[in-house]
């Protein structure tokens, strides 16, 4: 991983197409403006992650019955 220090309004170059710019400093978080094109997906990686969690539950039986319930704490 690279780390840069940037201070309020400077940037960041990602390959031609990809600038970051830090817009607002505050005591918890930063605000970062993101030039790329339209093409190129822009997404918060716990978003992401939510996703995936959520296409693996949807993935997994349902458990059928009280039975089936027992049968799997009783294991």
Do not use: W, Y
Not at 1 to 19: A, F, Q, T
């Amino acid at each position: 991983m690279l780390v840069i220090s940037r201070k309020l309004k400077e940037s960041i170059l990602i390959g031609d197409d990809i600038e970051l710019t830090i817009t607002e400093i505050g005591p918890d978080k930063i605000k970062i403006g993101i030039n790329a094109p339209k093409e190129i997906p822009i997404l918060r990686k716990e978003l992401v992650e939510t996703s995936r969690m959520n296409a693996e539950a949807a993935e997994k039986p349902q458990i059928a019955s009280i039975a089936d319930l027992k049968k799997l704490f009783s294991e």
